[in-house]
């Protein structure tokens, strides 16, 4: 079969990628010395993926489909695959983001055993009446759940604050109202959209070979014709949706959380420019930065203080977030300092710091096969390379970053959530 061959010499890593007759996308990454290999295959099917268009048709799902779905999937007519996980002694998960669902496992011996669970749990689907009402239960106590988790309600009631149409603004999870909707007509029409293997990719690092993958491959995976599938997002507004949201749950310290919408293509932005929005992060709001230090020595926040970049068809916003005593006035230190960099730009020694800083932390992420394979099935879904990155980052300048400034952080177009305690 055959295969390109990917090296790049600033990292010194390699890996291969074929695209297999089934119609999956596989990347393997070998680690000679390691001791245990990391599998992950993903669908781009997010919580963000309500409405698309398959072969035509136009389908409208429930919220918190997405979620529901990658929980099902580990259900056959044989059985659970946690089950089959545990005698091969691998320690297997999925998740589901905005974005995409994605299903892992992790082993130190019977790599073949467990990856051939990995492809019959992406392609049996069993969903029927009794299977699927019976989940609802189940899900809906993890929504409940979640509703009294502080550090997801900050999160989940500043996407709200911040988009007035876009999917963004919903659980990922779904509402119990709206999971009681689910049907498995539902579950399989999106099952047949996405989850056909053409609209897949799967990552493999560590101890292992591309001819040990490849091997399972050809034994497990079925052939596809290919499934025409696109979402469909609604227009969203430049303007967020509420200045602030408030709410009151039983914590020791109020917690914060503090974005800036921007204008957003319905496209991922270039990697360029998702590299240079970390280069700004860092040396606007890093450890290392002024701004942090400023919050830290007024006792506005704590170690737990970060931010984030939060990208993907038709939304794209800045995030910072921590607990803080005084909440209010640590957003608004930041509100300053932003109206600040505006006015300065980011200055040439930041630069130089925070450039070190996201070009080691990328460089870093090789020696972990957990961390190569989100890099590449998060690449594969984004359009660009992996290495793409190590040539930018050589090659970007101040001026960049501060040009990408010029389309982020806006002062007047921000939202603020609070989670306050109960007095």
Known sequence: MNYTEISNERLGETYYQVKHPSGLTIVVCPKKDYNSAYALIGTQFGSINSRFICNGKTVTVPDGTAHYLEHKLFESEEGDAFHLYAKTGASANAFTSFNNTCYLFSCTDQFKESLEILFDLIQSPYFTPETVAKEQGI?????????DNPDWK????????????????????????????????????????????????LCVAG???????????????????????????????????????????????????????????????????YLC????????????????????????????????????PGYRTVVFEGESREPRRAAELIQEAVVRLHETGISQEDFDIALRSVYGNFATSFESPASIAYEFVNAHF???????????????????????????????????????GIE
């Open 207 to 273: 101890k292992v070979s591309l001819d040990e993958v490849l091997a399972v491959a050809d034994s497990k995976l079925k052939n596809n014709e290919p499934v025409s599938t696109e979402s469909v997002f609604p227009d969203e507004p430049y303007a967020v949706a509420k200045p602030l949201i408030e709410e009151k749950l039983p914590v020791a310290v109020p917690q914060f959380a503090l974005g800036f919408k921007e204008n957003a293509p319905l496209e991922y932005p270039t990697l360029k420019e």
């Open 277 to 312: 929005t970390n280069i700004l992060l860092d040396a606007f709001g890093g450890t290392g930065s002024a701004l942090y230090r400023r919050l830290l020595d007024e006792n506005l926040i704590n170690s737990g203080f970060s931010s984030s970049y939060l990208s993907g």
């Open 139 to 147: 899900i809906g106590q993890e929504i409940k759940m979640y509703a």
């Open 154 to 201: 900050v999160f989940i009631n500043l996407l709200q604050a911040l988009y007035q149409n876009h999917p963004m603004n919903k659980d990922i999870a779904g509402s119990v109202e709206s999971i009681a909707e689910i049907t498995p007509e539902v579950l399989y029409e999106c099952y047949n959209g996405f989850y056909n293997l053409h609209n897949m990719v």
């Open 382 to 420: 984004a359009r660009h390379g992996v290495f793409e990155a190590a040539d930018i980052l050589a090659a970007v300048t101040l001026d960049d970053i501060n040009e990408r400034l010029s389309h982020q952080l806006d002062p007047q177009n921000c939202a603020l959530s609070l989670i306050t």
